[in-house]
């Protein structure tokens, strides 16, 4: 099976939208502002089909986009650190919104029905990959009035097992929840598993961190095909960095934090962008985990 890299390319200026692949939030612009980021989503891949999807909401009552000349995309891009999909990567699909446009297209030439040539070299492992692609979807007024909804679907055949968040628990969106569920049970309840990590982190025990991190590495570790216990060793000297530098761990405080869950209901968080971090004493340098746990029969586990 070909070692093949996946990202989502996103560049926009005028708008206000959010994209996603499999219900990962990729990027979310909220004011119009210009935007040019690439994320990479090996961890949110999976064999069969995945749907990259674009929502855009309206800029005002009177007006979709800023300006005439706003607009939008998203590209699925497959590629390998060693450039034999040349330089830029090959997008396998690609989604626009623009004053006159809704497309999705894919920019790659069709050998045969299901199979897509990515390299001129007839020796090269990676002259062709199969997967699929769906017709473009298109929803309206959708998740809000006056929002527009386009998506793909895209199946891929990858060597990734079944990524465990996908088959945990389902938690209700934070929208969904009635105050009582979202202050009394989810804060408290994924605020605990927070703290443990915290308090160890007060320690400097990361002998005791790691375990907590065992799913979250090694699942990092076969997204991006590396060998086992590679970002084990790179978390583990990431922390220790931080205490060699004299780095001070903030506290956290369950009476101020946010709440997130991912839009699929199978990842959840506190605070954005993280809730964990070390600063120094003038506050001036920081260095933040991103960590989303998902649950199973009511226990937290660091997922990503």
């Not at 045969?112 to 997967?131: A, K, M, P």
């Amino acid at each position: 099976m070909k070692e093949i890299h996946y990202r989502v390319e996103v560049d926009a200026a005028g708008a206000k939208f959010i994209v996603l692949l499999n219900g990962y939030e990729v990027k979310l612009v909220s004011d119009g502002e210009l935007c040019r980021v690439d994320r990479p989503v090996n961890p949110y891949i999976v064999n069969g089909q995945n749907r990259l999807e674009l929502t855009v909401v309206p800029f005002s009552d009177e007006s979709f986009f800023e300006r005439q000349s706003s607009y939008v995309t998203a590209a699925l891009v497959a590629y390998d650190p060693d450039g034999k999909l040349g330089e830029h990567g090959k997008v396998v699909s690609k989604l626009r919104y623009d004053y006159a446009v809704i497309s999705g297209s894919a920019e790659i030439s069709l050998e045969r029905e299901g199979v897509f040539g990515y390299s001129s070299d007839e020796n090269s492992e990676f002259s062709s990959i199969e997967f699929s692609r769906e017709p473009l979807n298109l929803r309206k007024n959708y998740p809000v009035e006056g929002a527009v909804e386009i998506s793909m679907d895209i199946g891929l055949e990858t060597n990734f097992l079944p990524w465990k968040y996908l088959k945990s628990d389902t938690i209700p969106l934070v929208e969904d929840m009635t105050d009582e569920e979202f202050y009394d049970e989810f804060i408290p309840s994924i605020f605990r598993a927070y703290s443990s990590l915290h308090n160890a982190l007060k320690q400097q025990d990361i002998d005791s961190i790691m375990p907590l991190f065992a799913e979250r590495n090694a699942e990092m570790d076969s997204a991006f095909y590396c060998t086992p216990g590679t970002y084990e060793k790179q978390l583990r000297e990431s922390f220790q960095r931080q205490f060699d530098k004299g780095m001070i761990l903030a506290d956290i405080d369950a009476g101020y934090v946010e709440g997130f869950v991912s839009e699929n209901g199978k990842l959840a968080k506190l605070d954005d962008p993280y809730l964990i971090y070390f600063h120094d004493e003038e506050k001036s340098i920081f260095t933040g985990y991103d960590i989303w746990f998902r649950r199973e029969d009511d226990k937290w586990i660091i997922s990503r």
